[in-house]
């Protein structure tokens, strides 16, 4: 059984940092692209951020150059470091064992999500 943990969420000013990271267990690790997503009230699931297996990355175009995505293979688990947080990237934020295949496909596994508040 696929289990996907986040945590490092919380309530941050504008301009700050958070950390977001990611356990997985149930899944060859290794073999899969992970991505990071997130979600809004009102508004639909978005993709952040994705690392594929081979380390290819790709962000959305609103935290280019803000977030970073990471994977650490040998604890089975994915980052995202969010600096300069802006009051717009309040959200849930999940993360998902996906595929790559010149872009993320989404996989079918999801995490519970993780609050991330930026106050202005």
């Known amino acids: 059984q696929v289990q996907l943990v986040e945590s490092g969420g919380g309530l941050v000013q504008a301009g700050g940092s958070l950390r977001l990271s990611c356990a997985a267990s149930g899944i060859i690790f290794s073999i899969n692209a992970m991505g990071w997503f997130r979600q809004a009230p009102g508004n639909k699931r978005e993709l952040v951020a994705a690392?594929?297996?081979?380390?290819?990355?790709n962000y959305a175009d609103p935290v280019k150059g803000r977030f970073t995505i990471s994977r650490d293979n040998a604890k089975n688990t994915v980052y995202l470091q969010m600096n300069s947080l802006k009051p717009e990237d309040t959200s849930v934020y999940y993360c998902?064992?996906?595929?790559?295949?010149?872009?993320?496909?989404?996989?079918?596994?999801w995490g519970q999500g993780t609050q991330v508040t930026v106050s202005s």
């Open positions: 998902n064992a996906g595929f790559y295949g010149g872009s993320y496909l989404v996989g079918p596994s």
């Open positions: 690392i594929s297996s081979g380390g290819t990355i």
